[in-house]
């Protein structure tokens, strides 16, 4: 399906634009993915600050690192470039 194809896109948009000092590492597939902080309080302050701003992310149970990315399958590129410039703004204020 067309969804399932520009996923892919998303994905690669994501990645390409969410690249920072502060994020160790990526894993996932696809619109899953999660965002694997240096430490937990980087994880804590970017969740909780990014509610403030109007972006929902979640924390992993497994692993305090750790910071999800759920969007659903529809969102477009440019909702993407807001969401992960929010994510550099509060990174570069910890």
């Known amino acids: 399906s067309k ?3 520009s996923t892919l896109s998303k994905e690669k948009l994501l990645r390409q634009k969410l690249n920072h000092k502060l994020i160790s590492e990526i894993r996932g597939v696809g619109l899953m993915l ?3 902080m240096n430490d937990s309080e980087i994880a ?3 969740v909780l600050e ?3 701003k109007g972006l ?3 924390w992993l149970l497994i692993e305090k690192r ?3 990315i759920t ?3 529809t969102i477009s590129d440019k909702e993407i470039e807001e969401g992960c410039d929010i994510i550099l703004n509060i990174l570069d204020t910890i």
């Open 56 to 58: 929902i992310l979640f």
């Open 71 to 73: 969007p659903p399958l």
């Open 3 to 5: 969804i399932m194809e």
């Open 34 to 36: 999660c965002l694997i």
């Open 44 to 46: 804590n302050k970017l």
């Open 50 to 52: 990014a509610k403030n």
């Open 66 to 68: 750790a910071v999800r």
